[in-house]
């Protein structure tokens, strides 16, 4: 139901039935009844799905009208986050006469209430002459703004502080509202429109915004209610070694350290399901939950169809992905509870020396 008012949510999707199942989940239940969900799924129309349960989910979801469509690689270029953001961003722009934006949302991530209507009318209030802001990020993480010194920027929107960071560093790419404006005074300074990486994030972005004077920004405070759930490490390169990421689970930057809460949702639950094997019955009992959230029938039949769909996923099956179950990341942090917040130790990273091809640990 397109409203020039309401944006266009754009989920990149892979084959994480249980991540993906919670993302739309969260994105159907607390978006504004007049914003669309489109899935860009990372594989080629013709290919066989690395996920069957992933892939009924979404096409089950598609007959329903819960999302508007399903859009494929192009089958001329690679499968990877790179082109598939570039994908959605080239849609989503030809839609531009029916929507108020474009929106990012990756799927490990869930949004809570109206945050979707916050950060456009954010980007809306921001994407003037004057500002020029080309996108809104949802996600902070505190550790990498001390690193940098400050902001280059600062506005107060409504309710809100947003910021850039200085040296056009870029926002986090996870949950982010886009402005309209950005493809086309990219294509008017001759510049790319894409993300030119395979990992899809915003570096790209950030380097070529000086050359239109451009800005992406992220909300500093309030949090927007949203938790990133990709703590596992099947998002680890094959071969890499288990390392600490600071960007799950979700934290405020104002009041520093606190885990963001999206109603509906226990991260704690989630990251003990990755040492005991418990995600797709936590990803179940989290579906059907919802459903006592809302006197809306449509969507709560469509959360217990999601239930039961994911019941069918067989982690040992060959057309499925392996359950997120090495609970090294788990082993290796000490966790403690602080307040709101969770307290991590520093654990050594390992880097490959390229000349040597050596590996080495390095203790920050």
Request: hydrophobic share 40%.
């Amino acid at each position: 139901m397109a409203g020039k008012d309401y944006p266009a949510l754009g989920i990149i999707t892979y084959n994480r039935p249980l991540h993906t199942a919670l993302c739309l989940a969260f994105a159907m239940y607390n978006k504004h009844a007049r914003s669309d969900i489109h899935v860009f799924y990372s594989i080629h129309a013709d290919a066989e799905p690395k996920s069957k349960t992933l892939d009924a989910l979404q096409k089950h979801l598609l007959s329903t009208g819960k999302i508007a469509s399903i859009n494929y690689i192009p089958g001329d270029q690679p499968c990877n986050a790179g082109t598939n953001v570039d994908n959605l961003v080239v849609t989503l722009q030809g839609m531009k006469d029916q929507y108020a934006c474009m929106f990012k949302l990756d799927d490990d991530v869930l949004i809570g209430p109206n945050t979707d209507m916050i950060m456009t009318r954010i980007l809306l209030a921001t994407e003037n002459e004057k500002d020029n802001v080309m996108i809104i990020g949802g996600q902070v993480i505190s550790g990498r703004i001390v690193a940098d010194g400050g902001f280059a920027w600062t506005k107060q929107v409504g309710d809100h502080m947003i910021a850039q960071r200085p040296r056009n560093h870029a926002v986090m790419e996870t949950y982010t509202a886009l402005s309209f404006n950005m493809v086309p005074q990219l294509q008017a300074a001759g510049r790319s429109i894409g993300t030119d990486t395979w990992r899809g994030d915003y570096w790209s972005y950030a380097r070529k915004f000086p050359s239109i004077n451009a800005k992406q920004a992220a909300v500093l405070y309030p949090a927007i209610s949203m938790q990133h759930i990709g703590f596992t490490t099947t998002i680890l390169n094959p071969g890499e070694p288990p390392r600490l990421r600071n960007w799950a689970p979700c934290r405020s930057y104002n009041p520093p350290g606190h885990i963001v809460h999206v109603p509906g949702f226990d991260f704690s639950m989630w990251e003990r399901g990755h040492s005991d094997g418990s995600l797709p019955d936590y990803t179940r009992e989290v579906l059907l939950g919802l459903r006592t959230r809302r006197d809306d029938k449509g969507l709560n039949k469509v959360l217990a169809d999601m239930a039961e769909i994911i019941s069918t996923y067989n982690p040992d099956a060959t057309n499925e992905p392996p359950l997120p179950d090495d609970p090294a990341i788990i082993r290796n942090a000490a966790r403690n509870l602080h307040g709101d917040a969770h307290v991590i130790r520093r654990i050594p990273h390992v880097r490959v020396d390229k000349a040597t091809g050596r590996r080495m640990v390095v203790r920050r």
